[in-house]
């Protein structure tokens, strides 16, 4: 491992030290996208079952992201930070820190060739994450909508959309407090 002050910082050679400041901060860039992937999976998640629920029109403002944000997907990564705290799996980032100082120490320009590739392919597992997660709900939601759409062609004086959509919205958020931890 080279030494953090082997560098001449009193050359006029102002460039190196430019190209290695800008290499550490995409490095680290790249480090706090691993951990927001997995969050960002989550609140995918959390949309496709808003969706699938009939919730897509309930908006709240999250002011982690300043944005609007469904309640589902809110009350998802929520408990994913919880998870995430609980598990103590903030030490494991810093840890990923720590190895990422002896993989690529701060006086190298070189950055590792399967970065980039492990960056894409992160990116393209978020949306498999999002179904994996999302995909009981989406079951059951599915199956509600094929009962409601019987019910309504055998049933022509009853409006489904007006039982169907509060039942589904219940039957949904029923099915994911069973999913939650203790509820078994």
């Known amino acids: 491992m080279t030494d ?11 460039y190196g030290i430019i190209l290695l400041a800008v290499k ?33 029109i309930a908006n709240v403002f999250d002011p982690s992201t300043n944005s609007q944000t469904q309640v589902i997907s809110g009350f998802k990564n929520a408990l994913m930070i919880m ?3 609980a598990l103590n ?7 990923a820190i720590l190895a990422s100082f002896r993989a690529v120490p701060v006086t ?11 960056t894409v392919r992160y990116f393209a597992d978020i949306f498999f994450i999002a179904l994996r997660l999302s995909y009981p709900i989406i079951a059951v939601t599915m199956l509600t909508n094929f009962v409601f759409g019987m019910l309504g062609k055998s049933i022509p004086q009853m409006n ?16 994911m407090a069973l999913g939650m931890p203790g509820n078994g």
């Open 108 to 118: 190298t320009l070189t950055i590792p060739d399967t970065l980039y590739e492990n």
């Open 83 to 85: 998870l995430f705290l």
């Open 89 to 95: 799996a903030h030490h494991v980032i810093f840890e």
């Open 160 to 175: 489904v959309f007006v039982v169907g959509a509060p039942l589904g919205i219940l039957i949904g958020l029923l099915y």
């Open 4 to 14: 953090l002050f082997s560098l001449d910082f009193n050359r006029p050679d102002s």
């Open 24 to 56: 550490e901060i995409l490095f680290g860039i790249f480090l706090g996208l691993i951990p927001h992937i997995l969050f960002a999976a989550v609140e995918l998640a959390g949309n496709i079952i808003a969706f699938m629920m009939g919730l897509s």
